[in-house]
T-cell receptor, first 115, second 109 residues
Framework: GAVVSQHPSWVICKSGTSVKIECRSL??????MFWYRQFPKQSLMLMAT?????????EQGVEKDKFLINHASLTLSTLTVTSAHPEDSSFYIC???????????FGPGTRLLVL | GQNIDQPTEMTATEGAIVQINCTYQ??????LFWYQQHAGEAPTFLSY??LDGLEEKGRFSSFLSRSKGYSYLLLKELQMKDSASYLC??????????WGAGTKLIIKP
């Protein structure tokens, strides 16, 4: 299947700093990518839809000024957590649809720990 | 509203068969996906159904009935490594993925 990568896989940062997470589709182009957050023992929660060449679409309750999304190219989307706080500590996962079936392929995820 | 229901947790024995059900009510339907997610890892794609019937892929099979808004994932010859959460997701009329909360499958020796 299609491959999606994420970088970094682990981030530990101080409260108040900003963290950038990259999501890349390695062998296919993705005009749309999705960003999810998952807290321990909970289901995936869609944060936003990243659209190449236009603004991201945020889900209700997700602060767009705090979670900045840039879909720079057909293979790269970035999520920047600005002024991170301990409650932002979570598992952030991106996905991109590929193929006629619109099958979602997930990146390996990024664990963020804000101290 | 849109809703996907699946059991929270199931337990099965190694070597046995288990069926994980998923019922859905969504605005439109463009296919149903099953994903496997091991603890601490991202989900991995298992199956996609858009037509009624059974799709078999090795030890895993997925069934869909669109008229009943129902699907199941069947796992045969269970192995300890099958212990994971299994997520059901439906692609609605806007091609948005609607996710179930996942079923945690516990395999006992």
């Amino acid at each position: 299947g299609a491959v999606v990568s994420q970088h970094p896989s682990w981030v530990i940062c101080k409260s108040g700093t900003s963290v950038k997470i990259e999501c890349r589709s390695l062998d296919f182009q993705a005009t749309t990518m999705f960003w999810y957050r998952q807290f321990p023992k909970q289901s995936l929660m869609l944060m936003a839809t990243s659209n190449e060449g236009s603004k991201a679409t945020y889900e209700q309750g997700v602060e767009k000024d705090k979670f900045l999304i840039n879909h720079a190219s057909l293979t790269l989307s970035t999520l920047t957590v600005t002024s991170a706080h301990p409650e932002d500590s979570s598992f952030y996962i991106c996905s991109a649809p590929s193929g006629r079936q619109e099958t979602q392929y997930f990146g390996p995820g990024t664990r963020l720990l804000v101290l | 509203g849109q809703n996907i229901d699946q059991p929270t947790e199931m337990t099965a024995t190694e070597g046995a068969i288990v069926q994980i059900n998923c019922t859905y009510q969504t605005s439109g339907f463009n296919g149903l996906f099953w994903y496997q997610q091991h603890a601490g890892e991202a989900p991995t794609f298992l199956s996609y159904n858009v037509l009624d019937g059974l799709e078999e892929k090795g030890r895993f099979s997925s069934f869909l009935s669109r008229s009943k808004g129902y699907s199941y994932l069947l796992l045969k010859e269970l192995q300890m490594k099958d212990s994971a959460s299994y997520l059901c997701a439906v692609l609605d009329s806007n091609y948005q993925l609607i996710w179930g909360a996942g079923t945690k499958l516990i395999i006992k020796p």
